[in-house]
């Protein structure tokens, strides 16, 4: 396992076999020194820097109803919510009081938000805030409609592929939706300009370790900016229910291979994990992630983004407790900083 991992460091790459024998056989002691050599490539490129995004959820109304994800169209048990353009500029002041250089406005499909709105959210954002990263994440739209938003001033986009499977992702989404497109996607983003983030679910239903391998290619395929994955985590309101969570602890191993194959990622450490582990922010920066993405959305919301059960949107995870964040980041020897954090 050390020479397959040493490998790894080494050249950035593996075979399928190598990939598949890393994840199939490994163990404490492989985990361990993953992790070592994660953190020792990040403090080459990063230091010892953290990079902090205010994430926004600033609608949960979608048009789409991926089987796994709680706030999918036919979900009646949620009450769906809009942010207007004040709203979401009171969440950016209050953001950039706190010290946050980035802004991450995520939702669900909802094309409320035409492009002649988002294009108006964006130009304020952009206009008030010059020295801050807009990130956006809403979804798949028209090359034109990624255009036009770039052109406006977003600067990133984050947008998981899923799975780079076709068969396994025809289990998780219904027939409206394809890989294909959702690859198109990412390469119109990336041809644009944006700075892209691709991702997966780790432990989504139907995943094997070929699929996660397979999606390690695709992501050396596409060379992306950012990379976000987090433990799959069931929501008793979709057709997953049943299904059981991904691990922290596979999670952990991911964010160490994929540190060594990008040395340069943005890779953050998910609200998903956090909510699985309640150190799980910290063990992520530990395995090489360099990124947390605080919630910034209005208080009165946040249980409304209900992605999977449990989802923790308060306490450290909480924009305003940026400080205990600070704190518990010091704590493992790592240092928040006010910066926009690019690629
Ligand atoms: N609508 C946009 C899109 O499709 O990219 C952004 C919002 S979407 C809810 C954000 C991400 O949440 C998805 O890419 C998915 O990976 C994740 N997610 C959804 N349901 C989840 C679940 N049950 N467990 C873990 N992550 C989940």
Redesign the pocket.
């Known amino acids: 396992m050390r020479k397959i991992i040493e490998k790894l460091r080494e050249t950035g790459f593996l075979e399928k076999e190598e990939f598949i024998c890393l994840i199939e056989n490994r163990n404490k002691d492989s985990f361990e020194y993953m992790s070592f050599l994660a953190r020792e490539e990040r403090k080459k490129v990063f230091g010892n820097k953290v990079y902090i995004r205010g994430l926004i959820e600033f609608t949960n109304y ?1 048009k ?1 109803d ?1 089987f ?4 999918r169209k036919s979900n009646t048990n949620v009450t769906r919510y809009r942010l207007t353009e004040e709203d979401i500029m009171e969440c950016c002041k209050q953001g950039y009081e706190l010290g946050f250089r980035t802004f991450v406005l ?4 909802d094309f409320h938000y035409n492009d002649d709105l988002l294009c108006g959210i964006v130009e304020n954002i952009k206009k008030s805030y010059a020295d801050c990263a807009l990130t956006l ?4 739209r028209s090359y034109a409609s990624y255009k036009r938003l770039f052109d406006c001033g977003a600067d990133r986009y ?3 592929h ?1 799975t780079a499977d076709d068969e396994h992702y025809r289990k998780l989404h219904p027939s409206d939706l394809s890989l294909e497109n959702r690859k198109e996607c990412l390469f119109n983003l990336k041809e644009i300009g944006y700075q892209v983030g691709c ?3 780790v432990g989504s239903p139907y995943q094997t370790v070929e699929n996660i391998v397979g999606d390690l290619f695709f992501i050396k395929e596409l060379k992306p900016h950012m990379i976000g994955i ?6 008793c309101d ?1 057709c997953f229910a049943e299904f059981k969570n991904g691990t922290a602890e596979l999670t952990l191993y991911l964010i160490s291979i994929l540190r060594l194959m990008f040395p340069r990622v943005l890779l953050p450490a998910t609200t ?1 994990l956090g909510t699985l582990d309640p150190s799980g922010r910290e063990k992520g920066i530990l395995a090489g992630a360099n990124v947390v993405m605080p919630n910034l959305s209005p208080v009165s919301v946040r249980k409304k983004y209900s ?2 059960d449990n989802k923790i949107c308060t306490g450290d995870e909480a924009a305003e407790c940026v400080n205990s964040l600070k704190k518990s980041i010091e704590n493992i020897g790592y240092r928040i900083v006010v910066e926009r954090g690019d690629y």
């Open positions: 979608c789409n991926c796994y994800c709680g706030i995520q939702g669900g499909e994440s809403v979804g798949e984050l947008l998981r899923e991702g997966f679910m987090g433990p799959f985590i069931s929501h979709t998903a992605l999977y």
